[in-house]
């Protein structure tokens, strides 16, 4: 059974950081390409940030380029979503997806002052 455990998310002021970690179990994370997504109230849910299974090659949403670097750990299982210069329209619930198929349950962030 393919579990995928996001934590870190939290309230930030503008400006501000956050790193989201995904924890996997029960997939081959080492050959499975990660991403991260979020969902706004009332939108689409939208990728975030891609990593293949090495970590050689990740893209970005073109909002989040510059601000945000996804990264893996595979001896760890885990994936991680490192976020600064955070904006209000960052707000979102972030959710971890391995291979376009499993997710996990989703982890609050929210911008404001």
């Known amino acids: 059974q393919v579990q995928l455990v996001e934590s870190g998310g939290g309230l930030v002021q503008p400006g501000g950081s956050l790193r989201l970690s995904c924890a996997a179990s029960?997939?081959?994370?080492?050959?499975?390409?990660m991403s991260w997504y979020r969902q706004a109230p009332g939108k689409e849910r939208e990728l975030v940030a891609r990593?293949?299974?090495?970590?050689?090659?990740?893209n970005y949403a073109d909002s989040v380029k510059g601000r945000f670097t996804i990264s893996r750990d595979n001896a760890q299982n885990t994936v991680y979503l490192q976020m600064s210069s955070l904006k209000p329209e960052d707000t979102a619930v972030y959710y971890c997806?391995?291979?376009?198929?499993?997710w996990g349950q989703g982890t609050q962030v929210t911008v404001s002052s």
């Open positions: 997806c391995g291979r376009e198929y499993y």
């Open positions: 990593i293949s299974s090495t970590g050689g090659s990740t």
């Open positions: 029960g997939l081959a994370f080492r050959v499975s390409v």
